[in-house]
């Protein structure tokens, strides 16, 4: 069993840096899913774990112990590539065996986990097939079977789900979650799809820009959002995020959309004192589509906007609205009837918005449990 | 329909054109002395009289047909075109797998590709005789090493080219998924991925073996007499008496389209299977 730490990792690409200086500690038979755009450095950061890319600066410690220069093939990682890498010159049942053999492993072993894995993985109908004749399902558990089949206790996953169907997707990743719990690993899984971390991890490293931006649990990642970037990628439709004046009227502070007093939001007495803390005269505003509320008379605290545009997107209702200088997003039920052209009067839940710093990003807090 | 028969009458058409020569020198082969040219007569496509006095001058030096015996048979030239062609593929493609397999996975310069096309920059004469007059220099004229070795070097960039992009395209996902399962790089080279580029490799060397079993210029500049390949040799049948030995060289061109004929089906396995390169999303 084995904990993962990397401590100033940093991977230059000639003048390119592709990992600026990442701090992450991944605890023993964790599952964490490093989560990002596409070319924001999460790939590049698990070569670096699996000792495919050497580090430029800094060092990786797996149980507390110096890897940073052990070669791959002693680190004992299991790695499910992207694209499978299947050895298509060989058969399912000789790509299931290639781990065990190079290890030397005892024939009558071999053929004993050759046998569960492919039992496992719902493969061993095709187990003497050709490698090449699998389908592009039968490749992912073929892939994910030849890695885990060495009972690796990190085991490092690229996007493996990527290419699925949607059904079938489904159904890996619960098998992925079952595995990991069964073999009590250390699991670290690279992907762009915020759903399949959400669901999966214990923890979720969001990088962008090669830059680690928050590393913390589904939970906090979508409630408590380290910075702009973080509340704008996680959650769909996406945070709201609104250019606001800070002002003070009458003894309470207000947060003026886009400058205007008309749209006004009275801060509440945490957010007021976030901003009074700060200072500054201008902030950004972030609240979750999800986090609004309409109703049909002006009400304390409450917005006027016009509807512009109605999406209805599964069992709910995503609601574009404008008050003539900014717009933002909600979504309701899909219950709630609004039509394009109508105006609305709309609160927003202030116990779970947020004020950032617009020129850094980060968001306002003023404890440690804020 | 119409469009069917006249696509079928085209293909037939130049098919017909590109086999003529080819189904000349085959009829040539099989005809008598008397037959050769239109001196004795009518030319006709096929041989009147069919005999294979042609194959029993070329490797016996005697023919009922001639009056005078060839000095030289054909067997010292076949064997040093086997022996040479043979010896040159492997160096070309044994060297040109290695380098291009270590551009490839390497990051290491790729200018090396483009050195290695100079030899093809210029005309093939402009770099063979400063090659001869090394090879003179240092006393490989006339060996077969000497000629063994030239060939693998004009092929080379060849090999290089070809299987370059071979494993440009084979990802190097496999070999890591090797490594990482506990393969050393070497290991990780030979379970996987020569397996994997083997058709790739067949279908090299069959290439450059036929580059180097067709060559002329040559072997025409650096052997004398000892090493001289078929193609030379096969300039060189002539005698006083006849003049030009067109039957033996037809007989002497069929033969030397059978090895690599044999060559190709014997690889064809790994030809047709085709580059069914890593199992991949793609």
Known sequence: MASVTLEGTSKKFGDFIAVRNMNLAIKDAEFVAILGPSGCGKSTTMNMIAGIEDVSAGTIRFDGTDVTNVPMKKRGVGFVFQNYAIFTHLSVRKNLAFGLEVRGEEQAEI????????????????????????????????????????????????????????????????????????????MIYVTHDQIEAMGLADRIA??????????????NIYSRPENTFVAGFIGAPSMNLVRVRIAERGGAMFADLAGREADAVALDERLARQARASGAAALTFGFRPEHLRISDQPGNGSLAAQVVLVELVGRRKHVHFSTGQTGFVGSFDRGVSLRPGEAAHVSIDLRKSHLFDPETGLRLRLGEED | MTGLILRTLAVAFFAALALLPISWMASMAFKPAAEWTSAAGTLTFLPKDP?????????????????VGLDRTVWRPLYASLLTAISGTLIAVICGTAAAYAVSRQRIHESIGLSLLQLRIFPPLAVMIPVMIMWSFLGMIDTWWGLALIYGIVTLPFSYWLMKAYFDELPREIEEAAIVEGCTPFEAFRQITLPIVASAVASTAL?????????????LLLTRKEWTTIPVYMNALATAASGQLYGAKAALGLLAAVPPIILGISIQRFLVRGLTFGALKQ
């Open chain 2, 207 to 219: 290439f450059i073996f036929i580059l180097n079993w067709s060559d002329y210029l040559i072997a």
């Open chain 1, 206 to 219: 969001v990088m962008d820009h090669a830059t680690l931006q928050q590393f913390d649990t589904p939970e």
């Open chain 2, 51 to 67: 005999t294979l006095n042609n194959f029993r001058y070329v490797f016996t030096g005697n023919s009922p047909d001639q009056m």
């Open chain 1, 111 to 186: 053929d004993r986990r050759v046998g569960e894995m492919a039992e496992f993985m719902e493969l061993s109908h095709r187990i003497d097939a050709p490698s090449v004749s699998l389908s592009v399902n039968e490749l992912q558990k073929l892939a994910i079977g030849r890695s885990a089949i060495v009972e690796p206790s990190i085991f490092l996953l690229d996007e493996p789900l990527s290419n699925l169907d949607s059904a079938f997707r489904e159904r890996m990743r619960s098998d992925l979650r079952q595995l990991q719990r069964s073999l009590n690993q250390t």
